[in-house]
């Protein structure tokens, strides 16, 4: 086997000696599970996610066996994130994982950084960054400081000038971007997949699944109300279809309570619309989806009443407050 520094791995899991490692090893997800020493990398792997979303992720880089557990707990984090299906939390555990990464690169040495440059395929010299790469990068930023627009930048032959401390900075967006990419999650065993949806619920900010009976018709918003009223009367559109079936599976029903209210449609098809549902959910497709934003409804030209909201969960909910 390698020499593998897995000290500097269990610092920057992300980078590909990484991956090298970890398939030197020779173990299954399952076989890991097994394992008297690694299984206990699951654990740490759930917690890790827990903590990354709660914004309290700290790594323990102390021992040989301290090290190796890091590496394999943020492989399986990185497979519960991406079983979720949810963009917004693997997005916030790669901003989690990019800035715990950014503060052991402001203890490091310029050798080490170099070569975590090299595996970015960050190309900066003499503190010095092609505006193509820097406009990736800094798109983040710019949004909330303005020292970080284009606009505010030197620049000379196409090159950005940047300081040092900038330079580590652009390091962490792109870890962030390298840590969000999707990876492969097929064949995992069911229990990452029940945890993954445990966390999906947790952090997704839906509530929890709801009965029929628990559902408050009069809470929802007016827009949805005329959706299932079109619906009844065998008028409506594909983008309705798809507002009415996402936010009641974000206020928490099943897939059958859903099916029962699109059973009013006159033309209902059972199967059909079973596997559409199910496709939503996450259940028929790699991603769950969500219901769009008031401004996304008001663009399929489906809001009926100014409600002063920005969704259409925000309506129910407060709705639900007041009654």
Same mark, same amino acid.
């Given at each position: 086997?390698?020499?593998?520094?897995?000290?500097?791995?269990?610092?920057?899991?992300?980078?590909?000696?990484?991956?090298?490692?970890?398939?030197?090893?020779?173990?299954?997800?399952?076989?890991?599970?097994?394992?008297?020493?690694?299984?206990?990398?699951?654990?740490?792997?759930?917690?890790?996610?827990?903590?990354?979303?709660?914004?309290?992720?700290?790594?323990?880089?102390?021992?040989?066996?301290?090290?190796?557990?890091?590496?394999?707990?943020?492989?399986?984090?990185?497979?519960?994130?991406?079983?979720?299906?949810?963009?917004?939390?693997?997005?916030?555990?790669?901003?989690?994982?990019?800035?715990?990464?950014?503060?052991?690169?402001?203890?490091?040495?310029?050798?080490?950084?170099?070569?975590? *440059?090299? %595996?970015?395929? @960050?190309?900066?010299?003499?503190?010095?960054?092609? $505006? +193509?790469?820097?406009?990736?990068?800094? =798109?983040?930023?710019?949004?909330?400081?303005?020292?970080?627009?284009?606009?505010?930048?030197?620049?000379?032959?196409?090159?950005?000038?940047?300081?040092?401390?900038?330079?580590?900075?652009?390091?962490?967006?792109?870890?962030?971007?390298?840590?969000?990419?999707?990876?492969?999650?097929?064949?995992?065993?069911?229990?990452?997949?029940?945890?993954?949806?445990?966390?999906?619920?947790?952090?997704?900010?839906?509530?929890?699944?709801?009965?029929?009976?628990?559902?408050?018709?009069?809470?929802?918003?007016?827009?949805?109300?005329?959706?299932?009223?079109?619906?009844?009367?065998?008028?409506?559109?594909?983008?309705?279809?798809?507002?009415?079936?996402?936010?009641?599976?974000?206020?928490?029903? *099943?897939? %059958?309570?859903? @099916?029962?209210?699109?059973?009013?449609?006159?033309? $209902? +098809?059972?199967?059909?619309?079973?596997? =559409?549902?199910?496709?939503?959910?996450?259940?028929?497709?790699?991603?769950?989806?969500?219901?769009?934003?008031?401004?996304?409804?008001?663009?399929?030209?489906?809001?009926?009443?100014?409600?002063?909201?920005?969704?259409?969960?925000?309506?129910?909910?407060?709705?639900?407050?007041?009654?």
């Amino acid at each position: 086997m390698a020499d593998y520094d897995l000290k500097l791995l269990a610092k920057y899991p992300f980078l590909d000696e990484s991956k090298k490692y970890v398939s030197s090893l020779g173990l299954s997800i399952a076989q890991m599970q097994e394992h008297p020493i690694y299984s206990s990398s699951f654990e740490m792997g759930k917690n890790r996610v827990h903590q990354a979303l709660e914004g309290k992720l700290s790594i323990d880089v102390g021992d040989e066996i301290s090290q190796e557990l890091s590496i394999l707990s943020f492989v399986v984090a990185r497979i519960l994130v991406n079983l979720t299906g949810n963009k917004s939390i693997i997005r916030r555990y790669a901003r989690a994982e990019a800035r715990q990464a950014h503060r052991f690169l402001t203890r490091e040495n310029e050798t080490t950084i170099e070569e975590i *440059k090299k %595996d970015l395929r @960050l190309k900066t010299k003499e503190y010095k960054i092609h $505006y +193509n790469s820097y406009v990736q990068l800094a =798109q983040d930023l710019a949004k909330t400081k303005p020292e970080w627009k284009l606009v505010n930048r030197r620049m000379h032959k196409g090159f950005i000038e940047i300081k040092k401390t900038e330079e580590l900075t652009l390091m962490r967006e792109s870890i962030m971007n390298k840590i969000n990419k999707p990876i492969n999650v097929k064949k995992t065993p069911h229990q990452f997949k029940e945890t993954a949806n445990h966390i999906n619920n947790k952090y997704s900010g839906r509530p929890a699944e709801i009965s029929m009976k628990e559902l408050d018709m009069e809470a929802l918003p007016p827009c949805i109300k005329q959706i299932i009223a079109s619906m009844e009367s065998g008028s409506v559109s594909h983008n309705s279809m798809f507002v009415l079936a996402t936010s009641l599976l974000d206020l928490g029903l *099943k897939t %059958d309570n859903v @099916l029962t209210i699109f059973s009013r449609y006159p033309s $209902y +098809n059972e199967e059909k619309s079973r596997y =559409q549902i199910e496709f939503l959910s996450g259940k028929k497709s790699p991603t769950k989806y969500s219901c769009p934003t008031c401004a996304r409804i008001k663009g399929y030209g489906l809001c009926v009443a100014e409600c002063n909201i920005k969704h259409p969960l925000m309506y129910y909910r407060d709705k639900r407050k007041k009654r």
